[in-house]
């Protein structure tokens, strides 16, 4: 199956010299995990992948890279010693893996941020983060700005609209196929006005970014969230208009699906490859 082009060699910044790769865990080999493992292989990165916790099926275990050991519990995970956990799972995986995660390692990666909208994951991972010594890493995902929202949420910020425009079929089998005919939409429609925790609550799949501007900005409960289908979208789109003391701004972002993924952006396997490659880049931007 074709494969949207790869970053460039170009991009790479100076590297640290390691004696051994980086040892990574990977919590889910679906969509975008498998696509981050591609990126790292074909950039050539000092990485080893320890291990795959992932669905135990004969297929799924199929797609797994030669020679990776198959994950299978909380404990054989905390005995692998990774520096680093990546998940992409989903938010159920996010609270069984999640423990033990920041119990064996120094940072994990949580792209399944719409768990965080629950009540409670957050303060939850977070204590156990202080207590094991590790980090909760949130890579920006499907969006971008985050550092001038995070910035300007310093000073205060008085409103965050975040709004996500897809075309009709990255909203199947979610709640949208209940409000609209999405195999017979002539124009475009808001279906959801609400809060991001909400937005996480109905659309986990494709409410994770809400979540991220949320936590970069003004809370679960503040940001408020649109989402849209639109039969003329062929790419994920998302708006996220601020205003507060620093002034006003609008960033805006039209990402290229996954191939296998219409729900998930190419931007969030990307975003993952960053946030790993910062583990080896002696400069970090």
Known sequence: ????ATLPNQSRLPRRSRSAPLRLVFIGWGAINSRVGDLLRERGEPVEIAAIATIDSPEARSQMPEGVEFLASEDQLRGLKPDLVVEAAGRAAILQWGPAALAA???????STSALADD?????LADLADRHGSRIEIPSGAIGGLDALASAAVLGLDDVVHQIVKPP?????????????LERMSERAVFFSGTARQAAADYPQNAN??????LAGIGMDRTRVEMIADPAATMNGHRIAAKGAFGRME???????????PKSS??????????IEHRINLLVI
Do not use: C, H, Q, Y
Not at 105 to 111: D, G, H, K
């Open 120 to 124: 409670g994951v957050l303060a939850k």
């Open 251 to 261: 960033i805006t972002l039209e990402n290229r699906p996954l191939v296998t993924n």
């Open 1 to 4: 199956m074709a494969r949207a």
């Open 169 to 181: 079929r990255a909203w199947k089998a979610t709640p949208a196929e209940r409000l609209l005919d």
């Open 266 to 275: 190419e931007l969030t396997a990307l975003s993952l490859v960053r946030l």
């Open 105 to 111: 390692a120094p940072a994990v990666i949580l792209a």
């Open 209 to 214: 970014a809400t979540v991220v501007t949320a």
